[in-house]
Structures are given as structure tokens and as C-alpha cells.
């Protein structure tokens, strides 16, 4: 398929795609969660005593491993569930590119959710990942 048939993604496409990825890293984050609380509860049962902190370390760091996992998932660019079902690609699929929206996802998002209304406010559409790497949404015209 030629380039042509592609346009710059329009915000509607982005907002909703970011909303159903979202969802997955919520779900991700749950999976995390309950994988940790499961090995917090294996290791110690808190009705019988109160267990120690070095005894859930364990699973604090399991859940905590939803961090890193969320930050991957949104490096993923155009092979995420929201690009997959809106019909988005990634301008440059490059592996720099893809690493650097993901390291962009977290403070994007934690910086008063800066990542998710940027490209409301970009002349452009672009969110604070796709200046920064260069790499900018497609969809299809």
C-alpha cells in the first residue's frame, strides 16, 4: 500500500485509541496487582499473624512490575489493541523511536495527564512522543 493512502492521524483517531490503550494498561496494572497480592498470600496468611515487610517484598515488587510493563506496552507505537482497532500506524517504526515513546509515556502521563491533551493543543495534532521522536500517527484517508 502506497504512502499516499495515509494521512496524518486525526485527534478524534488518538484520543481514542490512547483511551482503549488505557483500558489494557489499567487491566495490565490489575493483573499485576493481583499477581503480587497472590504471592503475598502464599508466602504468609495476615489472619494468622501480621507478616513481616520482608515477607511481601516479594510481591510488592511483582506488582510494582507493572511500571516497566505499562512503559513497553506504549512502545509498542501501532501495535497496541487502540492502533490495532482504530486502523493507526506508526509513521517511522523505528526501534529508537518506539523506545522513546515509551520512556515519554510515564512523565507524559504522570505531569498532569500532559500526554493525553497535548495534541489537542499541538497546531499539529502531535503528542509530547511524536515531537520528541519524531515518529507521528497515520490512519488511513
Given at each position: 500500500m502506497?504512502?499516499?493512502?495515509?494521512?496524518?492521524?486525526?485527534?478524534?483517531?488518538?484520543?481514542?485509541?490512547?483511551?482503549?490503550?488505557l483500558?489494557?494498561?489499567?487491566?495490565?496494572?490489575?493483573?499485576?496487582?493481583?499477581?503480587?497480592?497472590?504471592?503475598?498470600?502464599?508466602?504468609?496468611?495476615?489472619?494468622?499473624r501480621?507478616?513481616?515487610?520482608g515477607?511481601?517484598?516479594?510481591?510488592?515488587?511483582?506488582?510494582?512490575?507493572?511500571?516497566?510493563?505499562?512503559?513497553?506496552?506504549?512502545?509498542?507505537?501501532?501495535?497496541?489493541?487502540?492502533?490495532?482497532m482504530?486502523?493507526?500506524?506508526?509513521e517511522?517504526?523505528?526501534?529508537?523511536?518506539?523506545?522513546?515513546?515509551?520512556?515519554?509515556?510515564?512523565?507524559?502521563?504522570?505531569?498532569?495527564?500532559?500526554?493525553?491533551?497535548?495534541?489537542w493543543?499541538?497546531?499539529?495534532?502531535?503528542?509530547?512522543?511524536?515531537?520528541?521522536?519524531?515518529?507521528?500517527m497515520?490512519?488511513?484517508?
Amino acid at each position: 500500500m502506497a504512502d499516499t493512502d495515509w494521512r496524518p492521524a486525526r485527534r478524534e483517531a488518538k484520543a481514542v485509541a490512547g483511551a482503549i490503550d488505557l483500558v489494557v494498561v489499567a487491566l495490565l496494572g490489575a493483573v499485576f496487582a493481583m499477581l503480587g497480592f497472590l504471592i503475598m498470600l502464599i508466602q504468609v496468611n495476615p489472619l494468622e499473624r501480621d507478616p513481616t515487610g520482608g515477607e511481601w517484598a516479594l510481591g510488592y515488587a511483582i506488582w510494582l512490575l507493572w511500571i516497566p510493563a505499562a512503559a513497553i506496552y506504549a512502545a509498542l507505537g501501532d501495535w497496541t489493541l487502540g492502533a490495532r482497532m482504530i486502523g493507526l500506524r506508526l509513521e517511522r517504526r523505528r526501534w529508537d523511536a518506539l523506545a522513546l515513546r515509551g520512556l515519554l509515556w510515564w512523565p507524559s502521563l504522570i505531569a498532569l495527564g500532559v500526554g493525553l491533551w497535548w495534541s489537542w493543543v499541538d497546531r499539529e495534532g502531535r503528542s509530547p512522543a511524536d515531537i520528541v521522536s519524531g515518529a507521528g500517527m497515520l490512519e488511513r484517508r
